[in-house]
């Protein structure tokens, strides 16, 4: 009686964590990635359209291309090259270019951005 409480108890334990897991974890793509260049938003770009997109910024440049609903840095002037070599992604942290102080961040428009255009 003991041991299958025991058992039974562990089990419950690694169901709750593995559907906390599968929650926090998860991340739900987003539909568009908004562009900071030196703090400011230059540019949305939709994630839903495939495409090249050049980014001037005071420190330097950067290539962002979207490609099957994900973004990545492929080409920047920067000397360290950290952030082309980030993968590509639809959700999650941001992705960064400090030397060229360009930040990538992931959003959903809210209903009423749709609706004012």
């Not at 964590?17 to 568009?32: D, N, V």
């Not at 639809?90 to 255009?117: K, M, W, Y």
Request: proline share 3%; with cysteine.
């Amino acid at each position: 009686m003991k041991t299958r409480f025991w058992i039974l108890l562990f089990l419950s334990i690694a169901v709750v964590c593995a559907g906390l897991s599968i929650w926090l974890l998860g991340g739900k793509a987003e539909t568009t990635a908004e562009v900071y260049s030196d703090g400011k938003l230059v540019q949305t770009i939709d994630l839903a359209v495939d495409g090249e997109y050049r980014i001037e910024s005071g420190g330097g440049w950067n290539i962002l291309t979207v490609s099957g609903g994900k973004i990545a840095v492929t080409s920047a002037s920067c000397p360290t090259q950290d952030c082309v070599h980030h993968a590509a992604a639809d959700h999650g942290a941001p992705i960064v270019c400090l030397p060229n102080r360009l930040v990538v961040q992931f959003s959903t428009p809210s209903e009423l951005d749709a609706l004012l255009g």
